[in-house]
């Protein structure tokens, strides 16, 4: 039922039911959710000094939030760091998500949004099933909030997620 809710946001067919919320409730709201889910998860909030509302769907991006946290439990050794930070850039607020792990491969990298990539043999969560589609429907949450997505290596270790959204309509 999300999935198709998400595709009917997507497609442009249900709207989306946005309302200026705090960003600190929402981003803090995910991070408990993911510690609570992962007990043993070693999971940092930083956020800005300014108080940040945006016009959004909460739930959604709450969720999208979660599910990045989550990647980091599932697809890292259990002593892996996760790191979200919360800021504002320019006319946008920035959300990063980023890990202390083995990073990604270059050939997963590009194609990381794409719902089609498979888990190594050797990762980390290969006991974890999942359908792959997990941040190809965050990035379509991101986008119909008119947001872009990205992810990338972090030098020296680890993967870095961010995605930004506009603290004001168009």
């Known amino acids: 039922e999300n999935l198709l809710s998400i595709t009917k946001i997507r497609d442009g067919v249900m709207p989306l039911n946005k309302q200026e919320e705090m960003l600190e409730e929402v981003a803090g709201d995910a991070v408990l959710t993911t510690r609570r889910r992962f007990p043993d998860a070693n999971v940092q909030l930083d956020l ?23 990647n980091v439990a599932f697809h890292t ?3 892996t760091r996760a ?6 850039q320019g006319k946008n607020a920035q959300f990063c998500v980023s890990d202390n792990g083995a990073g990604i491969s270059p050939e997963r990298l590009a194609h ?9 043999r050797e990762d980390h969560a290969d006991a974890h099933h ?10 379509s949450i991101v986008k119909a909030h008119g947001g872009t997505m990205e992810a990338r290596n972090v030098p020296g270790g680890g ?12």
């Open 48 to 70: 800005s000094e300014d108080i940040l509302f945006l016009p959004m769907e909460p739930m959604l991006i709450k969720q999208v939030i979660i599910n990045l946290l989550e």
């Open 77 to 79: 050794p259990p002593d």
């Open 159 to 170: 993967a870095e997620f961010t995605f930004r959204l506009p603290l004001e309509e168009e």
């Open 130 to 139: 999942s359908m792959g589609i997990g941040l190809s429907v965050c990035n």
């Open 112 to 120: 990381i949004f794409d719902g089609m990539f498979q888990r190594d």
């Open 83 to 88: 790191r979200l930070t919360v800021s504002r």
